[in-house]
C-alpha cells in the first residue's frame, strides 16, 4: 500500500505543540492506511478508480480537523474518531470526482483527473462508490450520525448545483454565491470538527462550538482562495492568477466589484462580462480588480469571518488544541498560498 501521508512539517493545521503534533501525525498514519482499506472493491478496476485520487494526495484538512477537535474531548484516540475521519475524506474526495466532470477538469492535484485518466462515466460512479462507502462507514458511527451525514450530503450537493445555476431574478448574486460556498465547502468542514468533538467525547457545549467554527472556518477558506486567485503571482503562490477570472467562474472580489454603481468602474464591469480567455482583455481586467476597492472590501469580510470563527471557541480551555483552531482561523485571514 502507497503511503501518501504528508511530512511531519507538513500538517495541514498549524500546530506548534510538539507533542500534539505528534499525536496527530501518529493518528494520521492511521487514518492514512485505513482510507485506502475502505477504498477497496470486490473488483480491481474500480479500486484503482477510487484509489485514484487518494493516491493524489492531498493536505488531509478534514480528517486532520477530525483528529484535533477530538483533542478537545476525554478519549480522542477511540477507534470511531478515526472513522469519522474516513467518513469525512471519503465523502471529500468522492465530490472531487462529480467537480472534476462538471468542470471538465484534465489535472487534479498535479495529477490526471478521473475523468480524464477514466472517462465522465466511470468518474461519476466512482464518485458515487465513494458516497456509498462513507455511508455504510457512518452506519458504524449510529443512527445520529447517519443523520448528520445525510444532512451534511444535503447541503453539499445542494452548493454544487447551486453553483450550476444564476441566481433567481430578484436574488442577491452575492448572496446566492456565498450559499454556494456553505454547502460545499463549509458543510463537510463544520462536521469533521462536530464529529471530532462528539466521537472524542467532549460536551455538548464544545461541539456546538467547533460545529460552528468550522462552518464558517471552512467557507471563509474558500473565499480567501477567491481573494487569491486575484491577489496573487504565480511565483509566491503557485496559483496561475486569474484562473476564475479567465474562466468566468464568481468569486468573492468580483461580485463585490460588479455590485458597484461608481460610473468608473463600467470598464471593468463590461470586461467581467466578456470572453476573457483573450490574453489582452483578461490582463487589463485582472490590473482593475485588483486596483478595485472590491479587494479590500474582500479581505475585510475575510477576516471578520475568522475573527467569528474565532469568538466560538471561547469554551473552549486555554491551550495547544484552542491555539492550534485559533491560528489556523488567523492563517485563513492572511494567507497568501
Known amino acids: 500500500m502507497r503511503s501518501i501521508l ?10 506548534t505543540d510538539e507533542g500534539l503534533a505528534a499525536r496527530l501525525r501518529e493518528r ?41 477537535a477530538a483533542e478537545a474531548g476525554d478519549h480522542p484516540e477511540s477507534d470511531e474518531v478515526v472513522t469519522a475521519a474516513c467518513v469525512v475524506e471519503i465523502t471529500h474526495v468522492g465530490s472531487l470526482y462529480h467537480d472534476d466532470v462538471m468542470d471538465e477538469a484534465d489535472l487534479r492535484r498535479g495529477a490526471d483527473s478521473a475523468n480524464s485518466r477514466f472517462d465522465n462515466l466511470v468518474a461519476i460512479l466512482t464518485g458515487d462508490f465513494l458516497f456509498a462507502k462513507s455511508s455504510e462507514l457512518t452506519a458504524r458511527l449510529g443512527a445520529d450520525a447517519v443523520r448528520i451525514q445525510a444532512e451534511t450530503f444535503t447541503r453539499l450537493v445542494e452548493g454544487q448545483i447551486l453553483e450550476t445555476v444564476p441566481p ?16 460545499k465547502t463549509g458543510s463537510l468542514i463544520a462536521t469533521s470538527a462536530r464529529y471530532g468533538a462528539r466521537f472524542g467525547g467532549a460536551s ?12 464558517i472556518v471552512g467557507s471563509a477558506f474558500q473565499l ?19 484562473t476564475d477570472l479567465r474562466e468566468g467562474v464568481p468569486t468573492l472580489p468580483s461580485l463585490m466589484a460588479r455590485a458597484s454603481t461608481d460610473p468608473a468602474d463600467a470598464r ?3 470586461l467581467l462580462d466578456a470572453d476573457l480567455t483573450d490574453d489582452v482583455l483578461h490582463a487589463e481586467a485582472l490590473d482593475l480588480l485588483r486596483r478595485h476597492p472590491a479587494m479590500e472590501e474582500a479581505r475585510a469580510y475575510v477576516v471578520a469571518q475568522a475573527e467569528e470563527a474565532k469568538s466560538h471557541l471561547a469554551v473552549l480551555p486555554e491551550g495547544s488544541v484552542r491555539s492550534a483552531l485559533e491560528a489556523f482561523a488567523d492563517i485563513v485571514a492572511v494567507r497568501s498560498a
Open 28 to 68: 494520521m498514519t492511521v487514518v492514512e492506511s485505513a482510507l485506502f482499506e475502505h477504498s477497496q472493491s470486490r473488483a480491481p478496476y474500480v479500486t484503482e478508480a477510487a484509489r485514484h485520487l487518494l493516491s493524489a494526495g492531498g493536505k488531509r484538512f478534514r480528517p486532520l480537523l477530525v483528529l484535533l
Open 268 to 270: 471593468l464591469i463590461e
Open 6 to 15: 504528508p511530512s511531519p512539517a507538513e500538517l495541514a493545521l498549524p500546530i
Open 204 to 215: 455538548r457545549e464544545v461541539e456546538d462550538a467547533l460545529t460552528a467554527y468550522g462552518e
Open 168 to 183: 433567481a431574478p430578484g436574488d442577491d448574486p452575492l448572496q446566492h454565491y456565498l450559499d454556494v460556498v456553505a454547502g
Open 224 to 242: 480567501s482562495d477567491d481573494i487569491l486567485d486575484v491577489a496573487s503571482e504565480s511565483d509566491e503562490s503557485g496559483k496561475t492568477p486569474g
